[in-house]
């Protein structure tokens, strides 16, 4: 696997940047895997990398209909954040957040997570009172969040309209700092090459593995 740094961007550049490696291979399908993988979105192929990384299987194929990227990794929100409501989610999000915070060195990939804060705005007394209940609820959890009044909302966004008279006046809002926003599609390429490095095939191509897959599973059912 190629390592992305800025001296092979500078090297790269003398050539036009023409002389790239292939990300990850696209091979010809084998008979049959240890682990067949359909979808090749950011659960897909972190499945994948994980399964390789954690558990030392390798022999995976990734299978997709598509490209890699074309279904909800590609178009959702790109907010990575913790502060949710119910304990459940918050654990489950804080476990992520404190992935991604790593993860561009790990996958050797930028992803561009940019940890700029996430805030929340509350318009109404009952929605302040929302507000409220979600910060204690992550303090219990040791999430960091904190309330913040709209001279502090001020401070941190001057270009906000506060005024009494604006159409959705501000009352205050909640503000998580480490929250912030990541590019998905560039974490489904890291994780496909990361995964293709630690794998010993890697396919994109549904179309050629779909017979395979079928085969297998009534040849499984037979036995």
């Known amino acids: ?6 001296f092979s961007l500078i090297k790269n550049a003398f050539s036009n940047h023409e002389n790239w490696e292939v990300a990850w291979r ?22 994948a990398y994980y399964l390789a990384k954690n558990h030392g299987i390798t022999d995976i194929a990734v299978i997709e209909k598509s490209y890699i990227g074309s279904g909800n990794s590609g178009r959702n929100t790109e907010v990575v954040r913790s502060n949710y409501l119910w304990d459940e989610a918050a654990h489950l999000y804080e476990f992520s957040l404190k992935l991604w915070e ?10 561009m997570f940019s940890q700029r804060g ?3 705005l509350g318009h ?3 929605e302040m009172r929302d507000i409220n ?8 959890n040791g999430i960091d969040s904190e309330i913040l009044s709209p001279d502090d ?3 941190l966004v001057p270009i906000m309209n506060l005024s009494s008279d604006a159409r959705y006046p501000v009352l205050g809002g909640a503000l998580q700092k480490r929250a912030g926003t990541a590019r998905h599609d560039a974490l489904v390429w890291g994780y496909a090459g990361a995964a293709d490095a630690r794998s010993e095939e890697h396919t994109s191509e549904l179309q050629s593995l779909v017979n395979l897959v079928c ?4 040849e499984k059912k037979k036995a």
Request: overall charge positive; hydrophobic content about 40%.
């Open 1 to 6: 696997m190629q390592k992305y740094s800025i």
């Open 26 to 47: 696209d091979p010809e399908p084998k008979k049959e895997y240890d682990v067949v993988i359909v979808g090749g979105g950011g659960h897909g192929l972190a499945t």
């Open 102 to 111: 790593n993860l561009s060195a790990e996958l050797n990939f930028n992803l």
């Open 118 to 120: 996430v805030l929340r």
């Open 124 to 126: 109404s007394l009952q």
């Open 133 to 140: 209940r979600l910060v204690t609820s992550n303090h219990l």
């Open 153 to 155: 909302i001020k401070s």
């Open 215 to 218: 085969r297998l599973l009534l």
